[in-house]
């Protein structure tokens, strides 16, 4: 295919993705009411709840019912980062992303009905404090508090602001730092204030509004282009005007509407969704405190169960809602979201590698009438309102409970109270910090950068917990070496990724075998292969756990 010079005809020569500036007064309209409710749930459930003990603050008094432990369950899951990053990888290779919800449809089942009533049996507020009581000591409930921050501020806080700001800039045009701080602002009133209770029910709300928003644009995307059908036909025709001569540059992938992959040359292998997707999926799902957290507060198991069901349930429409409209996109501005050359990808976006990101605020910006432009504003403001102030209330959990507790042991309930507070406004600061360094930092696709990450330092976490909720010869030493090797192997593949990134479409790739023929999946499974057998062979080699320790194991909890 030939290269041409000209400039694309659906792109105005100043490369202006969002030509309209401003939002019109009924949008604003829309936003303003939807602050005006997020904010008065929030503090309807601030007095309604208890909130001046620890359970009650960071539990919610162990009394929520199943569909707001649900729906908490989704909106902390599915933030803004899912929508732009979702819609993302369906714009550059098709339906494949699914796969990772589609794994968390089975994973958070596995959660209620496995993991969580070993967790309820051992009266635990937080994760690394499960592992202190089943294996004693106190190094590996540190390490894994510091673990967790270290992942909470550098893949979750750090990937929704990247993706809120990426729609407040390009798609409002407003300017990035006021509108970040009048978010964070009005999230942490009500996450400082009102706990985890407040966290639930305003998540039961901004889950109401993404789904009436995103299953909305769905259905104007569909009838752009012409049902199921326009989209099958129509997407391997969506390749950009400029792209480079006798390349596969631009072309959508042939596969791009299978989910199973070739295992050897596609970008994602089968055997690594079915085994290396489901460790990181694991640790998420069943041993993540923002998750895990939300499961506590239930009122008993059941209600876990029933929350676990509908969070299930839920998981299915990614697919329908933010991946084929990102698809979709990719149809309806070819020369945009799938930009093929360098150059004008940077004139486009900002960034050489691509611009698939900008797939979902395009269809909203362009598709949308007036109203319902505004409903989709609130639909992006409230995924990522609803993912930080999960990750702040599980955040400050576990500083206050696991960090500031084993340094000051005698310290008050008040003093608790107030130190979990002061540290969901110092997080607060931080993500308001951090946003230069996303936005300078960032691949093209932004959901495969989380996964990729995930991969590297989730799965010796996951096969520690796995091993320690369901083997009872697993001890203290063992599972403190199969964390420290795991994470070291984690973090050197982490590194050269970041030293030899991914050779953009065309160039010769130079990367280490390592990093160019092993997949991030495969990685996974290799990396929790070797931290099993880590812990299996230091605890074999050492001396027994106690029983009381043996007794937050399943048979143990029962008996």
């Known amino acids: ?42 503090l309807w459930s601030m007095w309604k709840t208890q909130r001046s003990t620890v359970k009650g603050y960071f539990l919610a008094g162990g ?45 958070v089942l596995v959660l209620a ?21 089943r294996f004693g000591g106190k190094r590996i409930q540190m390490f894994l508090a510091i673990l967790y921050l270290f992942i909470y501020i550098f893949t979750k806080i750090s990937v929704d602001m990247y993706a809120g700001a990426l729609f407040i800039q390009q798609a409002l045009h407003w300017d990035l730092y006021i509108a970040v701080v009048c978010l964070l602002a009005i999230t942490a009133v009500y996450t ?15 889950t109401l509004i993404m789904l009436i928003g995103a299953v909305t644009l769905m259905v104007f995307s569909f009838v752009e282009v012409g049902g199921l059908e326009g989209l099958q036909t129509k997407y391997f025709d969506a390749i950009p005007s400029t792209r480079k001569e006798n390349s596969s540059c631009g072309l959508p992938r042939e596969d791009a509407f299978h989910i199973f992959r070739d295992p050897v040359n596609s970008d994602l292998p089968w055997p690594g969704v079915l085994v ?46 933010m991946v084929m409209p990102g698809m979709i996109s990719r149809i309806l501005f070819p020369d945009l979201v799938a930009c093929a050359d360098a150059e004008i990808c940077r004139k486009i976006c900002g960034n050489p590698s691509g611009c698939s990101d900008i797939a979902y605020p395009k269809l909203v910006i362009e598709l949308l009438p007036v109203g319902l432009r505004g409903l989709m504003m609130s639909v992006m403001i409230a995924a990522l309102m609803s993912s930080l102030t999960s990750i702040f209330n599980s955040a400050s959990t576990i500083f206050t409970m696991d ?80 964390l420290v090797i795991g994470l070291l192997l984690g973090v050197i593949r982490l590194v050269l990724d970041f030293i030899y990134p ?34 299996l062979v230091v605890s074999m080699l050492t001396e027994p756990p106690s029983e009381e320790m043996v007794r937050l194991t399943p048979k143990g909890t029962r008996s």
Request: neutral net charge; proline residues 5%; hydrophobic residues 50%.
């Open 1 to 42: 295919m030939e290269t041409t010079s000209s400039t694309p005809s659906s792109v105005t020569p100043p490369w202006d993705v969002f030509p309209q500036k401003t939002l019109d007064s009924i949008d604003i309209a829309v936003l303003v009411l939807y602050f005006v409710f997020v904010l008065a749930v929030g």
């Open 63 to 107: 009394q929520m019912v199943w569909w707001p432990v649900g729906a908490s369950l989704f909106a902390s899951n599915v933030g803004s980062g899912h929508f732009i990053g979702l819609a993302g990888s369906g714009a550059a290779s098709g339906i494949a992303a699914t796969a990772y919800e589609w794994n968390g449809m089975f994973c």
């Open 113 to 133: 009905w496995l993991f969580l009533p070993i967790y309820i049996a051992a009266g635990v507020t937080t994760m690394p404090e499960y592992l202190q009581k």
């Open 192 to 206: 400082v204030a009102g706990g985890l209770a407040a966290v639930i029910y305003t998540d039961a709300l901004q």
């Open 276 to 321: 290396g997707m489901t460790i990181p999926s694991l640790w998420y799902w069943c041993t993540d405190q923002v998750i895990v957290q939300r499961s506590l507060a239930a009122k008993n198991l059941s209600h876990a169960k029933g929350g676990s069901l509908m969070t299930s349930y839920l998981k299915i429409l990614p697919l329908f809602m």
């Open 403 to 482: 960090l500031w507790k084993h340094f000051r042991p005698r310290c008050s309930e008040w003093e608790l109270m107030i130190v979990g507070r002061v540290f969901v406004l110092l997080l607060t600061v931080v993500s308001i910090l951090w946003i230069p360094l996303v936005q300078a930092g960032q691949g093209g696709q932004l959901f495969i950068y989380i996964q990729s990450i995930s991969s590297y330092l989730q799965p010796p976490v996951a096969m520690v917990f796995i091993l320690g909720c369901f083997w009872k010869r697993a001890n203290e030493k063992g599972a403190f070496w199969g």
């Open 502 to 535: 991914e050779p953009q479409c065309g160039e010769t790739d130079l990367r280490p075998g390592v990093v160019k023929y092993m997949h991030y999946l495969y990685f996974s499974m290799v990396l929790a292969a070797i931290s099993t057998l880590t812990v």
